[in-house]
T-cell receptor
Framework: AQTVTQSQPEMSVQEAETVTLSCTYDTSESDYYLFWYKQPPSRQMILVIRQEAYKQQNATENRFSVNFQKAAKSFSLKISDSQLGDAAMYFC????????????WGAGTKLIIKP | NAGVTQTPKFRILKIGQSMTLQCAQD?????MYWYRQDPGMGLKLIYYSVGAGITDKGEVPNGYNVSRSTTEDFPLRLELAAPSQTSVYFC??????????????FGPGTRLTVT
């Protein structure tokens, strides 16, 4: 069974600085999707970025980018120019290509932005 | 579009009571899901549905039931509520588009307390 691990329960960063959130996963599959979701205090789950495993190029969405290391089974999220609105819980999630119904979730990282 | 809506936002139940959490989506998505999120944890799948009339168990189905009589609605029933069911419940939906990431769209959640 696949597992997702986020080893940083909490991270803090100064406003306008860059921060990297870590995620590792375990799978025997060769193709799959990985996601980062943001959950602000409102509790709404918001998709930040997605990465398909067979694509070697790292995904980017404005100030958000990933460092996808398939061999190491690592999927970190980099947030550049951190803003106060980035403060939230961030969850890493895995979806198998064989399973179109379930996301496997990490425990989350709480990101604190210092003004 | 309203997206995914959930009612109620908050609820307090006494042990042994029953209730139904409502979920509706207006995006014509085939797939719908119910997750629970316990404090400090990621989401765990309770039940899912791949279309009207078809439901199946996820990782933590005990104590819950679902039905899917229409594409739009996917209610979650709690029978004989227990303190262990205190959690935040999220409903999500995704479209069936072959080759896509099956991105899941989430409702705002229902915070349930059982005392």
């Amino acid at each position: 069974a696949q597992t997702v691990t986020q080893s940083q329960p909490e991270m803090s960063v100064q406003e306008a600085e860059t921060v990297t959130l870590s995620c590792t996963y375990d799978t025997s599959e060769s193709d799959y999707y990985l996601f980062w979701y943001k959950q602000p205090p409102s509790r709404q789950m918001i998709l930040v970025i997605r990465q398909e495993a067979y694509k070697q190029q790292n995904a980017t969405e404005n100030r958000f980018s990933v460092n996808f290391q398939k061999a190491a089974k690592s999927f970190s999220l980099k947030i550049s120019d951190s803003q106060l609105g980035d403060a939230a819980m961030y969850f890493c999630a895995y979806r198998s290509m064989d399973s179109n119904y379930q996301l496997i979730w990490g425990a989350g990282t709480k990101l604190i932005i210092k003004p | 579009n309203a997206g995914v809506t959930q009612t109620p936002k908050f609820r307090i139940l006494k042990i042994g009571q029953s209730m139904t959490l409502q979920c509706a989506q207006d995006m014509n998505h085939n797939y719908m899901y119910w997750y629970r999120q316990d404090p400090g944890m990621g989401l765990k799948l309770i039940y899912y549905s791949v279309g009207a009339g078809i439901t199946d168990k996820g990782e933590v189905p005990n104590g819950y039931n679902v039905s899917r009589s229409t594409t739009e609605d996917f209610p979650l029933r709690l029978e004989l509520a227990a303190p262990s069911q205190t959690s935040v419940y999220f409903c999500a939906s995704s479209a069936f588009i072959a080759g896509s990431s099956y991105e899941q769209y989430f409702g705002p959640g229902t915070r349930l307390t059982v005392t």
